[in-house]
């Protein structure tokens, strides 16, 4: 099993960005799978996550209504559109999944099975 997270760069504020995670070794669009984020000397919080099972997405109150949580089931990667960029955006970005069929997201990262391996996002103000 393995993710592999992608698309992070440095943007302006005011910018764009598409995070990409990739699955190998399941099929992703019979899990949870979340994007979380962990800005330097923060706690890792969780932005986004699309659920399975009531296929509910979940948005962060800080990211709601600029950022996009979508599934190519096809390609088996989900995908983080992250629009209007603000200098607090600025933080390493992972995907990770919940391996059990049926479960719920969370909001807790420890409740997540696999991780991407993070991809950096720096929006300059």
């Known amino acids: 099993v393995q993710l592999q997270a992608s698309g992070g760069g440095l943007v302006q504020a005011g910018g764009s960005l598409r995070l990409s995670c990739a699955a190998s070794?399941?099929?992703?669009?019979?899990?949870?799978i979340g994007w979380f984020r962990q800005a330097p000397g923060k706690e890792r919080e969780r932005v986004s996550c699309?659920?399975?099972?009531?296929?509910?997405?979940y948005y962060a109150d800080s990211v709601s209504g600029r950022f996009t949580l979508s599934r190519d089931n096809a390609k088996n990667t989900v995908y983080l559109q992250m629009n209007k960029l603000r200098s607090e955006d600025t933080a390493v970005y992972y995907c990770?999944?919940?391996?059990?069929?049926?479960?719920?997201?969370?909001?807790?990262?420890?409740?997540?099975?696999?991780w991407g391996q993070g991809t950096l996002v720096t929006v300059s103000s």
């Open positions: 990770a999944a919940i391996l059990h069929l049926g479960r719920e997201c969370s909001e807790i990262h420890q409740s997540y099975d696999y």
């Open positions: 070794g399941f099929t992703m669009d019979y899990y949870a």
């Open positions: 699309s659920s399975y099972r009531t296929g509910s997405t």
